[in-house]
């Protein structure tokens, strides 16, 4: 056994994880914690990791559906759940729409509802930056490119927390309230989907949407599980990620007034900036595998069906890999980090989230010249998975 003592539930980790990826990295790297799951720590061994053909997805669902005391709604059927060939496959009908190509040309969209959010609050001094930037901002856009109407985007908001939330789960007891809201909010989403898509069924447009309704309408492509499994995924990881980056992030930024002052004098670094934000701070803090054979790291031999967790929050902050890594230092060169992931499962949404990073921080610091921390201490979510904050108040 290691020498750590991990419960990733206590709240100070949660409001500040990264002193114990600090003390696991160096004194337990390869850890074996009692709820039931392995937790890596090191750059290398997480790369390692997320790289490896042998450490799969699918047998996953289990491990979900006894945290949740149920089978769950669309878990197990979208690509971030699956192994190839089926993850091939799912991937590939909706890669076309995520290519950095097609996600440059959405950047005067971007620009104008970003404006438009800003111009919103001219005027008023002060505004919480999540309820009215960083979160509107990715839910719109992922609305517009699905085709999911973004004026329901309030009877989904909470679904979407509940669903981010719910990514919780496989580290808490069984049947827990945070299990249990997900599933709820699963079946409420699905339903809306449900509707959704009979709709558009009768109405094709030109969205991502329609496209996936008629791969599962030639029949062997995408069954209708897959199809609603995909439209949440796509939902979900469309916004309540890229909300934390531009959270997170600007709160870094205003933690670190040199930092801030010289991207505001050089906005053109905006492009290492958002890479270093993601590194320091980022919206995803691990993932999950299993391996579907023993496998060993570091020494300590991990069964196959075993769970995984390779901490990616974990693996930026590794000195190894990072000089100097607890520095925010937005003109890093060489910064491989892993907060989109790595191999098979490398984020499909990586190039929209990085247009959106960028033109939000960059107009909020352009049209905003005085922004400032309008709260001492600003509380991050109760929330281990996915960091973000639960409000971020400022004044401009
Ligand atoms: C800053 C924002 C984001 C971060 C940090 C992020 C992070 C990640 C990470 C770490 C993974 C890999 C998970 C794993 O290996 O298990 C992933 C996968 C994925 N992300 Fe993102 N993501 C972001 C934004 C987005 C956006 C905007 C979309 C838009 C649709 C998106 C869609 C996806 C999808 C579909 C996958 C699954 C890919 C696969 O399984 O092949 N993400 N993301």
Known sequence: MGEVTFNPMDPEF?????????????????????LGFWVLTRYEDVMATLRDARAVKEPIAAFVAARFGAAVPAIGFSMLDRDPPDH??????????????????LRPEVQAIVDGLLDGVEGAGTMDLIEQFAYPLPVTVICQMLGVPVEDRERFKQWGLDIARGLDAIMLP?????????????????????????????????????????AEEAGDRLSEPELLATCILLLIAGHETTVNLIGNGTL?????????????????????AVEELLRFDGPVQRTARIPS????????????????????????????????????????????HVA????????????????????????LLRRMPRLALATERPVFRQSLTLRGLESLQVRF
């Open 14 to 34: 949660v409001a500040d994880p990264y002193p114990t990826y600090r003390r696991l990295r160096t004194e337990d790297p390869v850890h074996q914690n009692p």
């Open 88 to 105: 091939t496959r799912l991937r590939g009908l909706v890669s076309k729409a995520f290519t950095p190509k097609m996600v440059e040309r």
């Open 174 to 214: 069984p049947d827990s309230e945070v299990a249990r809201r997900s599933v709820a909010s699963r079946h409420a989403l699905t339903g809306y989907f449900r509707e959704l898509i009979a709709e558009r069924r009768t109405t094709p447009r030109a969205d991502v949407l329609s496209d996936l309704i008629a």
């Open 252 to 272: 870094a930024l205003l933690r670190h007034p040199d930092q801030l002052r010289l991207l505001r004098e050089r906005p053109g670094l905006i492009g290492s």
């Open 293 to 336: 054979e023993d496998i060993t790291i570091d020494g300590r031999t991990i069964l196959k069906g075993e769970l995984v967790m390779p901490f990616i929050g974990a693996a930026d902050r590794d000195p190894a890999q990072f000089p100097d890594p607890d520095r925010l230092d937005i003109t890093r060169t060489d910064n491989r």
């Open 340 to 363: 989109f992931g790595l191999g098979i499962h490398f984020c499909l949404g990586a190039p929209l989230a990085r247009v959106e990073g960028q033109i939000a921080i960059n107009t």
